[in-house]
């Protein structure tokens, strides 16, 4: 009677157990790779089983990223470092990213800046030289408030 279950690998079910030395395999491969040390007519099943498992260990060896550092990406608590879980957020950073290039580039962009939560006292530039409240939420109207001010006070 045949092996039916060996360990903790799949269950087997083709009949008796036929050991053999050496199988010769038969297959045809439109490319064959360039990794591998055989050519498709000469190569045995045990010896194409260790060149696969060897390549996958080399291939495992090459995508593991258990030990990068995601210090500047958004990845959820809990998430796996695989391949497939961290692109997504490389390919998110690098979105961010090119927006801020973007505005950093456009030449005026950082004029609109928003400053309202910077706590900056600027309560002496509140009103315009007719006492006019302004307001200054952004670089831009605060520096206008600033080359105002200064211009005031070259006039006198």
């Known amino acids: 009677m045949g092996c039916t279950n060996c360990g903790n690998g ?16 038969e ?4 490319v064959w790779p360039d990794w591998s040390a055989f050519e498709d007519t000469c190569a045995t099943a045990e010896d194409l089983f ?15 990223i258990k030990d990068i550092s995601t210090d500047c990406l958004t990845i959820a608590p809990g998430v796996v470092l695989t391949v497939k879980n961290v692109i997504p957020a490389q390919i998110a950073k690098i979105c961010e990213l090119e927006a801020r290039i973007a505005v950093l580039e456009a030449p005026c962009a950082v004029l609109a800046t928003d400053i309202s939560g910077c706590n900056l006292d600027i309560s002496c530039l509140n009103t315009d030289p007719c006492n006019n409240p302004v307001v200054l939420t952004t670089m831009g109207a605060l520096l206008q408030s600033l080359i105002t001010k200064v211009c005031e006070n070259e006039q006198l």
């Open 27 to 30: 297959m045809t491969l439109l």
């Open 50 to 64: 260790e060149e696969l498992y060897e390549q996958v260990i080399v291939v495992t060896d090459e995508i593991d």
């Open 10 to 25: 799949p269950k087997i079910t083709c009949g008796e157990r036929t050991e053999a030395a050496c199988v010769f395999v």
